[in-house]
């Protein structure tokens, strides 16, 4: 009778594996293949537009709010309201050229984007590379991989950040990240998109 039912048990334990198979993964030429042709499609995009929220920390200081992104070519306006300050910026620039408004003492310019965000917001956010990433894309320059298993970006690794993608919009073409997440030792970016929208341009 013992016997019977160490059979019996080992049958049902089969049958439950039978029916749940394992999560099939894409091969990696392929996935890597498909990312390649998507990173070109989105390249093509010379305009794109996301509104969400970002929260940008140090592990001291920080920041949050609602964000407001656009790109037209190298061209980008990017406008941030926080609701508890109540105070707003709009970081406006393209290419070796940039100009941030809105701060006490301002308006001010620089050749760098990302100098003017670290001496007067204490944000140090790769934002050349951060146009490539919020998009689920590498940025110039050796990079490592992953991929989930419906072959969109898990994580991106490259100039030292820390790129996870926990959610996607995949019903778009090419799908687009909704929720990034880029670290690097104790800077923190979090971004939460709620929509993507993009034309030919303006």
């Not at 508890?84 to 701060?103: F, H, I, K, Q, Y």
Request: glycine fraction near 10%; include cysteine; charged fraction near 20%.
């Amino acid at each position: 009778m013992t016997r019977f039912i160490l059979v019996l048990a080992a049958v049902l334990l089969l049958a439950g594996c039978s029916a749940a198979p394992p999560r099939a993964v894409l091969p990696q030429d392929r996935v890597l293949a498909a990312q390649a042709q998507r990173e070109a499609a989105l390249a093509q995009r010379m305009y794109w537009r996301l509104s969400g929220r970002i929260a940008v920390s140090d592990g001291q200081d920080g920041g949050s709010g609602r964000l407001e992104w656009v790109q037209d070519g190298d061209r980008y306006e990017i406008t941030l309201n926080a609701p508890v300050t109540r105070r707003s910026w709009r970081l406006v620039g393209e290419p070796d050229s940039a100009r941030l408004e809105g701060l006490d003492g301002g308006p001010f310019t620089d050749a760098s984007a990302e100098r003017l965000l670290s001496d007067h917001l204490g944000w140090h956010v790769p934002l050349g590379d951060l146009v490539a990433w919020v998009q689920g894309a590498r940025a110039r320059g050796p990079a490592q991989i992953e991929f989930q298993p419906s072959g969109v970006p898990a994580l991106i690794e490259q100039n030292g950040w820390r790129i996870e993608y926990r959610s996607f919009e995949l019903a778009g073409e090419p799908p687009m990240p909704l929720r990034v997440f880029a670290t690097r030792g104790q800077q923190r970016v979090r971004l939460q998109v709620d929509a993507w929208a993009f034309s030919t341009g303006q």
